[in-house]
């Protein structure tokens, strides 16, 4: 389905099947994740839903974005790092 990479703007709303809410829920599945994590991401311009899939790396920097709380309903992207696997994610559906 080809390559897809995040945007700041969009909100991270489920990881490995687990709601997340917040910021630390996301940085703690996103810790928890095995190698592969799949993920469901709202698109920060449009509203809409899309499933993703990525390697993450080993060590301290696994998937490459920092985040902001929503107020309960998944976690902000509000920086990406070039080159980390937030970048090279592939839709799942």
């Known amino acids: 389905m080809g390559i897809c990479r995040l ?3 969009d909100i991270i709303v489920e990881i490995n ?5 917040t910021r630390q829920e996301c940085i ?3 810790n928890r994740s095995p190698e592969i994590m799949e993920f469901v991401l709202r698109d920060g311009r449009t509203g809409g839903l899309f499933h993703l899939r990525t390697r993450l790396r080993s060590g301290s920097i696994r998937f490459g974005v920092n985040l902001t709380d929503t107020g309960g309903n998944g976690a902000k992207v509000t920086f990406l790092s070039q ?3 937030c970048m090279e ?3 799942v559906r």
Do not use: H, K, L, N
């Open 17 to 21: 099947g687990r709601r997340i809410q």
């Open 28 to 30: 703690d599945a996103v």
């Open 7 to 9: 945007e700041i703007g």
């Open 89 to 91: 994610c592939q839709r």
């Open 83 to 85: 080159g980390y696997p």
